[in-house]
């Protein structure tokens, strides 16, 4: 009985142990690595985030990046806003315009999470465009035990959202113009909106809710477009700083096309650059790039490729990438 007891053991052992996942075929003496390789657990996963396509889209690029994107195969991909030109009440263009987003991106083998900026939602009718289209303009999920926050930094009344894009659409006809340095002392330029956006008391109530109803999550990610934790007084990012309390998180943001780390709260706040907007040539921080975000028991490690530097196996950029200028203040005249 004592036997039978043992061997039963060791069988159940053996259906409920896990196989090896490295297995060589030299038996001893030296190793030409210098240590095994170790099974990521089920909790390891990499997501991939692009930076603004506008406004100053350069041709091809966002292209380019979603091939190589799909050369990294991460689990999935978010944005930091900015997916077209917008700036128009035309319901027609505007489908024209989200269409050609939509099908470029839609040639992502990954899932890709749609984060609204300041040149989706320019206006009332864009706003409402976009719900119809996408439905939230804020929003969360949660994946592998890790809370992602995805929010409008466009959150105005619609009064007030109105009195920024008429004083947009009049600053926009002074560059324009003969005399395109008038435009720097308009109302629009004068706005704190224009930089830092604005969550409203709606928004800040709802996230204050999604982290207190999460409090046992392994790492919490805040996307945005524009950097409202700069912003002061009402409308900033405070309140939902305040629910996040102690836990470990990172807020990622685009909005200037200039890549910058800060730290905040103990906490990273990272401005991501382009992923084929505009760029100021004067600038060695903007540059193309994917931010690559890998999580695993020790929290994020965040990197990022640039997309000069993301060769497929015939050691060129995809799509003829290599005649392309994926960093303005190197591709001078």
């Known amino acids: 009985m004592h036997r039978l007891w043992l061997f039963t053991l060791a069988f159940i052992l053996a259906c409920t142990t896990q196989p090896e996942r490295f297995i060589h075929s030299i038996p001893k003496g030296p190793l030409p690595w210098n240590a095994a390789p170790v099974a990521k657990s089920d909790n390891h996963f990499s997501f991939a985030i692009i930076g603004d396509l506008h406004s100053g889209e350069r041709k091809g690029v966002f292209e380019i990046a979603v091939d190589q994107l799909n050369l990294l195969k991460p689990d999935f991909v978010l944005s930091v806003g900015d997916l077209v030109d917008g700036g128009t009440e035309d319901t027609t263009e505007l489908r024209k315009q989200f269409d050609y987003f939509d099908e470029r991106a839609n040639k992502l083998t990954a899932p890709f999470f749609h984060v609204v900026g300041n040149h989706d939602i320019t206006n009332l009718t864009m706003r409402n465009y976009w719900e119809a289209r996408y439905g939230r303009r804020y929003y969360h999920f949660v994946y592998k035990n890790v809370l ?22 009049a600053a926009i ?13 308009m109302e629009y330029f004068r706005m704190p909106e224009r930089a830092t956006g604005e969550i409203g008391t709606d928004q800040s ?3 204050e809710k999604v982290i207190a109803d999460n409090p ?27 629910a996040l309390g ?3 998180y990172t807020v990622i943001n685009g909005h200037f096309h200039d890549y910058s780390y800060t730290q905040r709260n103990d906490r990273d706040y ?32 965040i990197a990022n490729l640039r997309l000069d530097g993301i060769l497929n196996k015939e050691g060129k950029i995809p799509l003829g990438g290599d005649s392309l200028c994926f960093q303005a203040s190197r591709c001078r005249k």
């Open 148 to 169: 992602f926050l995805v929010l409008d930094s466009e959150d105005y009344n619609p009064e007030h959202m109105q009195q920024i894009f008429e004083a947009r659409a």
């Open 173 to 185: 006809k002074v560059l324009d113009g003969p005399n395109p340095e008038n435009a720097r002392q």
């Open 205 to 207: 109530a709802y996230f």
């Open 216 to 242: 046992n999550v392994r790492w919490t990610f805040l996307f945005m477009h524009k950097p409202v934790w700069k912003r002061e007084g009402e409308g900033n990012l405070s309140r939902i700083e305040t």
């Open 246 to 248: 102690n836990r470990n």
């Open 270 to 301: 990272i401005m991501v650059a382009t992923t084929s907007g505009g760029q100021n040539a004067l600038s060695q921080n903007a540059f193309d790039h994917i931010m690559w975000v890998t999580l695993d028991a020790e929290g994020p490690s």
